[in-house]
Nanobody, 115 residues
Framework: QVQLVESGGGLVQAGGSLRLSCTAS???????MKWHRQAPGKQRELVAL???????NYRDSVMGRFAISRDNAKNTVYLQMNSLKPEDTAVYYC??????????WGKGTQVTISS
């Protein structure tokens, strides 16, 4: 059974930083890796992605503040989050996908930003 395990969430003050990690039980080199988030009462939204070739993409609200990266040797993807805002508060989920069949999700890690 494929597992994705997120870590690094927590409670920080606005303006602070956190680094999320997601380690997979599979070899991720051919997967697009994504971070999504879901705030209370809201739909899950894509935050950032990194393709197998290293191309990155971000939602507008985190551009310039968040950075996604990957270490294929460790089967791990990271999300460096800087200049955090209260509106970044959410459960952050890791997703690995290379096709409809090979699409896996972690259980999420809570990020809470206090004002």
């Amino acid at each position: 059974q494929v597992q994705l395990v997120e870590s690094g969430g927590g409670l920080v003050q606005a303006g602070g930083s956190l680094r999320l990690s997601c380690t997979a039980s599979i070899n991720i080199f051919s997967y697009t890796m994504k971070w999504h988030r879901q705030a209370p009462g809201k739909q899950r939204e894509l935050v950032a992605l990194i393709t197998s070739g290293g191309t990155t993409n971000y939602r507008d609200s985190v551009m310039g503040r968040f950075a996604i990266s990957r270490d294929n040797a460790k089967n791990t993807v990271y999300l460096q989050m800087n200049s955090l805002k209260p509106e970044d508060t959410a459960v952050y989920y890791c997703n690995s996908r290379r096709n409809e069949r090979d699409d896996y999700w972690g259980k999420g890690t809570q990020v809470t930003i206090s004002s």
